[in-house]
Nanobody, 116 residues
Framework: QVQLVESGGGLVQPGGSLRLACAASGFTFRTYAMSWYRQAPGKERELVAT????????NYADSVKGRFIISRYNAMNTMYLQMNNLKPEDTAVYYCNTARGTFSRWGQGTQVTVSS
């Protein structure tokens, strides 16, 4: 059974940091590109960052460039999102995703709230 399980969300003050993790199971993790998305209240889900199978190439939304770092550890079937200098507008539910052709899976999401 394919599963993606996010963890690491929480409440943080502006300027703080959080590290999200996405644990994958049920598929050959190292052969799939992975992504982080987020959805804020009343807004559409948006792509935050992507990483290739080996981690040698990454892409970021303009809104998080220079502050977020996506990475993966294939030996542990886990992807990460290091979020630094967090802003109130980063408040959202963060989801990990993998997709290829007709195959697509989402995690259940983890809430990130940036507030003083």
């Amino acid at each position: 059974q394919v599963q993606l399980v996010e963890s690491g969300g929480g409440l943080v003050q502006p300027g703080g940091s959080l590290r999200l993790a996405c644990a994958a199971s049920g598929f050959t993790f190292r052969t799939y590109a992975m992504s982080w998305y987020r959805q804020a209240p009343g807004k559409e889900r948006e792509l935050v960052a992507t990483i290739t199978t080996t981690g040698d190439s990454t892409n970021y939304a303009d809104s998080v460039k220079g502050r977020f770092i996506i990475s993966r550890y294939n030996a542990m079937n886990t992807m990460y999102l290091q979020m630094n200098n967090l802003k109130p507008e980063d408040t959202a539910v963060y989801y990990c995703n993998t997709a290829r052709g007709t195959f697509s899976r989402w995690g259940q999401g983890t809430q990130v709230t940036v507030s003083s």
